[in-house]
């Protein structure tokens, strides 16, 4: 998945470093979409008498997304930090 530069190719420039004074810090956001099936569903009930039948699409999607950051902190030393957040700045929901 693309970083917030320009343009839709990953680059470098899709790795965010943050510095200050007291720490640096490398945010990454990382994903892929692996797989999409739609199975057409056509079908009648398991109770033929009461006359339900049922018609559409069911899409299956697979894939993974992983935000994540690593750096150096004169107070805590090593850090990893794995809130994520959207490009909002929110926290998804389960």
Same mark, same amino acid.
């Given at each position: 998945?693309?970083?917030?530069?320009? $343009?839709?190719?990953?680059? /470098?420039?899709?790795?965010?470093?943050?510095?200050?004074?007291?720490?640096?810090?490398?945010? %990454?956001?990382?994903?892929?979409? %692996?797989?999409?099936?739609?199975?057409?569903?056509?079908?009648?009930?398991?109770?033929?008498?009461?006359?339900?039948?049922?018609?559409?699409?069911?899409?299956?999607?697979?894939?993974?997304? %992983?935000?994540?950051?690593?750096?150096?902190?004169?107070?805590? $030393?090593?850090?990893?930090?794995?809130?994520?957040?959207?490009?909002?700045?929110?926290? /998804?929901?389960?």
């Amino acid at each position: 998945m693309d970083g917030p530069d320009a $343009g839709t190719d990953v680059t /470098p420039d899709d790795i965010l470093l943050t510095t200050s004074a007291n720490e640096i810090k490398v945010s %990454l956001h990382l994903a892929q979409a %692996l797989a999409a099936l739609t199975l057409r569903s056509s079908s009648t009930s398991a109770c033929p008498p009461s006359g339900w039948t049922s018609n559409g699409n069911v899409t299956a999607k697979l894939g993974w997304d %992983l935000r994540f950051g690593f750096g150096v902190s004169k107070a805590d $030393g090593i850090l990893f930090d794995t809130a994520a957040k959207d490009d909002a700045g929110n926290r /998804p929901r389960a």
